[in-house]
């Protein structure tokens, strides 16, 4: 079974910086994707970054320049890291990945858990 474990969530002052990493563990043939999305009380889950198997990123305008999404393809894992955080950066980040777990499968989406990441004043 495929699983996604994040890693990294806690308290940081805002400012400050904070790494958030997640690996990918299973039975992976191939990952065509790994991102973060996140999810403050209230709101709808968003697309935070991506990264893809050839090396497109794709960043939310409220993070551009502030934040670093990189992914070790050999190693199934993704990390992204966190500048000068603000308080509406407050919120669950999830891991996300899009992979088949064979040649035959269709590709296939998963989920993490999520870390809590909460930026205070």
């Known amino acids: 079974q495929v699983q996604l474990v994040e890693s990294g969530g806690g308290l940081v002052q805002a400012g400050g910086s904070l790494r958030v990493s997640c690996a990918a563990s299973g039975r992976i043939v191939s990952i065509t994707q790994m991102g973060w999305y996140r999810q403050a009380p209230g709101k709808q889950r968003e697309l935070v970054a991506v990264t893809t198997s050839d090396g497109i990123t794709n960043y939310s305008d409220s993070v551009k320049g502030r934040f670093t999404i990189s992914r070790d393809g050999a190693k199934n894992t993704v990390d992204l890291q966190m500048n000068s955080l603000k308080l509406e950066d407050t919120a669950v980040y999830f891991c996300?990945?899009?992979?088949?777990?064979?040649?035959?499968?269709?590709?296939?989406?998963?989920w993490g858990q999520g870390t809590q990441v909460t930026v205070s004043s």
């Open positions: 996300n990945a899009v992979l088949s777990t064979s040649t035959t499968n269709p590709l296939t989406v998963y």
